[in-house]
């Protein structure tokens, strides 16, 4: 049970998926290539600043890419303040793999592919594996938390960052992050407390 003083350290933070690409709908992998929003992502992207609009919102924090940026200025926008663009919150870079289909992976792979984005240590040509991806955010989060903008803020990001983002803030291991999804626009929020927050 969690005590008043316990509550009193907890920072609230709401992880936002970028809206749809045109790449999110034909099912090839981006990356760190820079796709832009499609009209659906934009209303996806409205949404989400709905979703937030009223809360005591203290920071933006985006990834670079337009298409986080892009949904993250709808939501600054909504709830009045700038936005703050990190590449520290860039997707995980798929080398080779990027602008591919997945469909064509999976036959890449001769339907392995599912087996290699379970290992934490399985990168394409070029790319970065996700133990990688948890170095880069655990070490932008844990600066974060420990001098929070504010006791509640929103970070916009891509897929698999924020499943990585939301293993760092809950404390989970690398090799034992649940299988999480995040579809485009979605609002999740945690509640987190900065002095267990461990990468």
Request: proline share 5%.
């Amino acid at each position: 049970m969690d005590t008043p003083e316990a509550a009193e350290r907890l920072i609230t933070v709401h992880l936002v998926r970028h809206g749809e690409t045109d790449w999110n709908l034909e099912g090839r992998l981006q990356g760190w290539t820079d796709i832009p929003l499609n009209a659906t992502g934009i209303g996806q992207a409205r949404a989400a600043a709905s979703a937030l609009a009223g809360r005591e919102i203290a920071a933006v924090i985006s990834s670079d890419l337009s298409r986080a940026r892009q949904t993250a200025e709808l939501v600054a926008a909504q709830v009045g303040v700038e936005i703050v663009a990190d590449p520290a919150l860039r997707e995980r870079n798929y080398g080779a793999a990027e602008g591919q289909l997945e469909s064509d992976l999976e036959r890449l792979f001769d339907g392995q592919l599912a087996e290699c984005w379970s290992d934490p240590d399985f990168t394409f040509d070029g790319g970065e594996t996700r133990r990688d991806l948890y170095a880069r955010i655990g070490c932008f989060l844990e600066d974060l938390v420990a001098s929070p903008p504010g006791l509640e803020f929103v970070l916009v990001s891509h897929g698999g960052a924020l499943r990585v983002a939301r293993g760092v803030l809950e404390g989970f291991p690398v090799e034992m992050l649940p299988k999480w999804s995040f579809g485009n626009g979605e609002v999740t929020t945690v509640r987190v407390d900065p002095a267990e927050v461990r990468s």
